[in-house]
T-cell receptor, first 108, second 113 residues
Framework: GQSLEQPSEVTAVEGAIVQINCTYQ??????LSWYQQHDGGAPTFLSY????GLEETGRFSSFLSRSDSYGYLLLQELQMKDSASYFC?????????FGSGTKLNVKP | DAGVTQSPTHLIKTRGQQVTLRCSPK?????VSWYQQALGQGPQFIFQ???????QRGNFPDRFSGHQFPNYSSELNVNALLLGDSALYLC????????????FGSGTRLTVV
């Protein structure tokens, strides 16, 4: 079977840096994606790692270690609008498995 | 440039009925995936369509079926509705088999009573 583990909730203050971890167990693996979802909204693609290492996109970075079955999303210079749920998702040979999501609360 | 469009936005059905949900992919995209998202949970993969064929399928019963049309739009059909089918149904599109970067629609909220 497949499983993805990520913290259920994280709280941080505006301007800070926060890291959301994701560990996974899957029978096949193409890559790890991260999505943001505001309450009542559609998931929005943030980042994708197909190979080990760090991918940087503006204030967001994502890291993957395939040998450790581990990745993380790093959000810098937090803004109030970053308050949302964040999901890691594994591409298992074109079957996609999402974690249960991490609710990020950004406080002033 | 329109993103992914889903219809209807909300739907109420009675247990045992059948429902059809529709999705128009983002312009230029040819692959459509469907997901079920229960409240407070991550999206669960139902299936993916490419070139009018079901390419991959998640752990959903045969009551869930789909179709992709030549214009790349797609339908999700659910037969013999159960109360547990109440959820947000999301459609995501991409160009080909991308590892990431799928564009999601805002979903159809299905309530089964």
């Amino acid at each position: 079977g497949q499983s993805l583990e990520q913290p259920s909730e994280v709280t941080a203050v505006e301007g800070a840096i926060v890291q959301i971890n994701c560990t996974y167990q899957t029978s096949g693996f193409y890559g790890l994606s991260w999505y943001q979802q505001h309450d009542g909204g559609a998931p929005t693609f943030l980042s994708y790692n197909g190979l080990d290492g760090l991918e940087e996109t503006g204030r967001f970075s994502s890291f993957l270690s395939r040998s450790d079955s581990y990745g993380y999303l790093l959000l810098q210079e937090l803004q109030m609008k970053d308050s949302a749920s964040y999901f890691c998702a594994v591409n298992n040979f074109n079957k996609f498995y999402f974690g249960s999501g991490t609710k990020l609360n950004v406080k002033p | 440039d329109a993103g992914v469009t889903q219809s209807p936005t909300h739907l109420i059905k009675t247990r045992g009925q059948q429902v059809t949900l529709r999705c128009s992919p983002k312009s230029g995209h040819d692959t459509v995936s469907w997901y079920q998202q229960a409240l407070g949970q991550g999206p669960q993969f139902i299936f993916q369509y490419y070139e009018e064929e079901e390419r991959q399928r998640g752990n959903f019963p045969d009551r869930f079926s789909g179709h992709q049309f030549p214009n790349y739009s797609s339908e999700l059909n659910v037969n013999a509705l159960l109360l547990g089918d109440s959820a947000l149904y999301l459609c995501a599109s991409s160009l080909g088999n991308r590892g990431g970067g799928y564009t999601f629609g805002s979903g159809t909220r299905l309530t089964v009573v």
